[in-house]
């Protein structure tokens, strides 16, 4: 058995006509699209990244992989959380995809629920920690307001965020045996956790309250609101996937 745990990582959906310079006789056909941020730095810590389609089984894929992350992007469908659905455009998410995905929301979730009940371990990132929290039960914040930390920052990846984004995390949390009491991170997000879902906690937090990190006690499973990927420092979030991944798999029969 190959000792390289293998890492299924979730991307976006759009149509091809949005790529400059994209035939226009296939404009019309969709792409499935991913950050190769995470593969790369998947790869980098002995992983083996593979990437998901709204189209696999979340069940029988979880069936295949050691590993689970979920990526950032678009908000989360309010229709998920209890939200407002005033806030939806009525934009067809396969020609932007920057609006809500009901599609993309529903495989995520399905595929948070399934690598659980597997005993699988899950990272999520930005709206990937957003997804977790919601398929679990949890809300969401629908729009942050302005206040002392840049939370939607005005920076380009990669970049280590600003001083003022300096996280706290809890004491004998993964959170916190990954980087300290505190760790200054990247930021591009106004949504956030608002009321965790069941079994979650809170276990780093901006200094201004924004929830930064969350876990489920017992099991590997981190979620947090900067993007590991784009930080131009190394990270361990991405190497804590594939060392959480790989001893699950040396665990089984």
């Known amino acids: 058995m190959?000792?390289?745990?293998?890492?299924?990582?979730t991307g976006r959906r759009f149509r091809l006509e949005l790529i400059k310079g994209a035939d226009e006789r296939y404009g019309d056909r969709c792409l499935d699209s991913y950050?190769?941020?995470?593969?790369?730095?998947?790869?980098?810590?002995?992983?083996?990244?593979?990437?998901?389609?709204?189209?696999?089984?979340?069940?029988?894929?979880?069936?295949q992989l050691?590993?689970?992350v979920i990526t950032g992007g678009q908000d989360v469908?309010?229709?998920?959380?209890?939200?407002?659905p005033g806030v939806v455009r009525?934009?067809?998410?396969?020609?932007?995809?920057?609006?809500?995905d009901a599609a993309r929301d529903e495989y995520e979730i399905a595929l948070v629920r399934?690598?659980?009940?597997?005993?699988?371990?899950?990272?999520?990132?930005?709206?990937?920690?957003q997804v977790l929290n919601v398929a679990l039960g949890g809300t969401l914040v629908a729009d942050l307001p302005a206040g002392p930390v840049s939370h939607l920052s005005a920076e380009a990846a990669p970049t280590d965020g600003t001083a003022d984004h300096l996280v706290s995390f809890v004491k004998g949390s993964i959170a916190a045996g990954?980087?300290?009491?505190?760790?200054?991170?990247?930021?591009?997000?106004?949504?956030?956790?608002?009321?965790?879902?069941?079994?979650?906690?809170?276990?780093g937090r901006a200094s201004d309250g924004v929830i930064e990190?969350?876990?489920l006690p017992g099991a590997p499973v981190l979620g947090v609101q900067w993007h590991p990927e784009w930080m131009k420092s190394e990270d361990p979030a991405m190497a804590w996937i594939v060392q959480a991944a790989a001893t699950r798999r040396r665990s089984l029969p």
């Open 90 to 100: 009525g934009i067809d998410p396969r020609t932007d995809p920057m609006v809500h």
């Open 213 to 215: 990190s969350v876990e």
């Open 77 to 84: 469908h309010p229709a998920f959380w209890g939200g407002d």
């Open 114 to 129: 399934a690598a659980l009940e597997q005993g699988i371990p899950v990272l999520g990132v930005c709206r990937g920690m």
């Open 178 to 203: 990954l980087f300290g009491e505190h760790a200054m991170t990247n930021s591009w997000h106004h949504q956030a956790v608002d009321r965790c879902g069941a079994g979650l906690v809170v276990t």
């Open 35 to 63: 950050m190769s941020d995470f593969a790369g730095r998947i790869a980098q810590a002995s992983g083996l990244p593979v990437h998901l389609s709204y189209d696999t089984d979340a069940t029988a894929i979880c069936h």
């Open 66 to 68: 050691s590993g689970v």
């Open 2 to 9: 190959n000792a390289r745990p293998l890492i299924g990582i």
